[in-house]
Nanobody, 128 residues
Framework: QVLLVESGGGSVQPGGSLRLSCALSGDAFSGRCMGWFRQAPGKAREGVAVIRTSGEKEYYANSVKGRFTISADSEKFTMNLQLDSLKPEDTAIYYC?????????????????????WGQGTQVTVSA
């Protein structure tokens, strides 16, 4: 059984911070790659940050590099995304996801198409 549940979304001012959490079933956490994706109104879903379950590599979208931090805790069966220095353009529904595929990214980009298992999403709104 695979289950992913996001939490921690909310509304913050530009420059503020949020911490998103994703509770994963054991099967979901056993995926080779896990990540966070987001979808803003009228836009396609895009990758934010991806981490290999082995923990040896993390990938970030250029738009969030240096501001967001992805992490995973195998003992707690959770994955987190720390969002700092938030901008209005970060406003979106954020989804956690996992995949059993061997590739975490494709073509140098964090592709949602690689990910098989998805949470329901949590809203992040950044506005003055």
């Amino acid at each position: 059984q695979v289950l992913l549940v996001e939490s921690g979304g909310g509304s913050v001012q530009p420059g503020g911070s949020l911490r998103l959490s994703c509770a994963l079933s054991g099967d979901a956490f056993s995926g080779r790659c896990m990540g966070w994706f987001r979808q803003a109104p009228g836009k396609a879903r895009e990758g934010v940050a991806v981490i290999r379950t082995s923990g040896e590599k993390e990938y970030y979208a250029n738009s969030v590099k240096g501001r967001f931090t992805i992490s995973a805790d195998s003992e707690k069966f959770t994955m987190n995304l720390q969002l700092d220095s938030l901008k209005p353009e970060d406003t979106a529904i954020y989804y956690c996801a996992a995949t059993t595929r061997s590739r975490c990214i494709v073509g140098g980009e964090l592709s949602p198409q690689l990910y098989q298992f998805w949470g329901q999403g949590t809203q992040v709104t950044v506005s003055a």
